[in-house]
């Protein structure tokens, strides 16, 4: 939760010191690099979390070889990366282009992070994982304002992966003490590891891309100074999504250690919901007159792109809840099909409103397809546990 609020308050900074063009900049080039390096993962986080909480013996057996692992995908991931960042870009970041390929170095440390975060929680250590988090989020925050007191984009570029960066190495160091050697080499056991990432890694590739296609678009479609208005009211709206995001490593740890109990997914569905509800309500009222008064009259739209969004909030609320939980549960391929069946319409409706209505599209676009993850999400739920969520956001 600190990197997520950590991000959320780095992307204010930006946006309010240099502008929208530079709060585009640097969403940009974080999202890409941590992008690359999930596509490039092949699930294995989930897989550590789910087999290392069912047997704890094998995953201090495996746990340092993971991180080898991570650093090698890694290093595929940020070369792709900067690959696609040079081309969607090209002349627009000249200013900080050797800080573009800096910030690479966060594709590698992002695995490591959260391969070694995956450990951790599946062992237990709730604690350590969340102080990794919270030392991740203070260290980015504080790279990023440097760049902004400076009055320097690259050195906000190179915020995220300097913060993420420090975080892996604080990791490595944590896994090393859990785990006593480098680990088998086993084929038959990292099989059963990679079968299962594999299973909801398409999942998590649509989720993905779900979340920021659009900022893609945009940034095609439009301008990079479009994109820095739209990513500020994104991350107002992804702002209520903390709590959710929060618990939903707990909720999986959980459906997996007792497959037949579900009080952790109902709670977490009700404040995850009630989270993005009352936040919405309060941010629709606040963000037109609140916005262009302290971030400029440049972001004047952001109102109109948060109310767009919020419909789409609720049910990634909904949706996070459920997979988290079906995935402990043996179940990892719903994330893949409801998000599958999103992404087919995030397409759509990108390519069809942002056009006509610029970021309000790509907002309004994004409601409709998590909205539909949601629903395919609840269906799935509701056969393998028996229960509705209406039956669990009342209490029924």
């Known amino acids: 939760m600190v990197v997520q609020a950590s991000g959320f308050a780095g992307g204010l900074i930006v946006a309010r010191a240099l502008g929208a063009e530079a709060r585009g900049v640097v969403a940009l080039v974080a999202l890409t690099y941590r992008q690359a390096a999930v596509l490039a993962s092949l699930g294995l986080d989930s897989a550590i979390l789910h087999f290392g909480a069912r047997d704890q013996h094998d995953l201090r057996l495996r746990a340092r070889r993971s991180l080898q692992v991570a650093l090698g995908q890694g290093l595929l991931a940020a070369l792709g990366g900067w690959i696609l960042l040079r081309t969607i870009l090209g002349n627009a970041v000249s200013p900080a282009a050797g800080a573009v390929t800096i910030a690479a170095l ?19 250590r709730l604690v350590e994982a969340a102080a990794l988090d919270a030392l991740v989020g203070v260290s980015t925050l504080a790279v990023i304002v440097a760049g902004v007191v400076t009055d320097r984009l690259g050195l906000a570029v190179v915020g995220a992966a300097a913060g993420t960066a420090f975080g892996a190495a604080l990791t490595a160091l944590m896994v090393h003490r859990l785990s006593p050697s480098a680990g088998r080499r086993d084929r038959s056991g990292w099989a059963a590891h990679l079968r299962y990432g594999l299973a909801g890694h398409l999942g998590t590739i649509f989720q993905n891309l779900n979340y920021r296609l659009d900022f893609y678009l945009v940034a095609l479609l439009l301008s990079t100074t479009d994109l820095g208005v739209y990513a500020l009211a994104v991350a107002f709206a992804e702002a209520l999504l903390l709590l959710p995001d929060a618990l939903g490593v707990v909720v999986m740890q959980r459906a997996a250690a007792s497959p037949s109990a579900g009080r952790a997914t109902e709670v977490t569905l009700r404040l995850g919901v009630g989270a993005a509800c009352g936040g919405g309500a309060l ?9 262009p008064a302290v971030f400029g009259p440049g972001f004047a739209t952001v109102a109109d792109t948060i109310v767009a969004l919020l419909p789409g909030v609720v049910a990634v609320a909904i949706w996070k809840t459920l997979v988290n939980d079906l995935a402990g549960r043996g179940f990892p391929t719903v994330k893949s099909t409801s998000a599958a069946a ?38 799935r739920y509701r056969s393998v546990m028996g229960r509705s969520v209406s039956a669990m956001l009342v209490g029924r």
């Open 106 to 124: 966060a594709a590698p440390a992002v695995l490591v992070l959260n391969y070694g975060n995956a450990a951790l929680r599946a062992t237990g």
């Open 283 to 291: 941010l629709a009222l606040t963000s037109r007159w609140a916005v």
């Open 342 to 379: 999103a992404l087919g319409l995030t397409v759509v409706a990108d390519l069809i409103l942002i056009p006509r209505f610029g970021i309000v599209g790509a907002a309004a676009a994004s409601s409709v397809a998590y909205t539909a993850a949601a629903i395919v999400a609840a269906r």
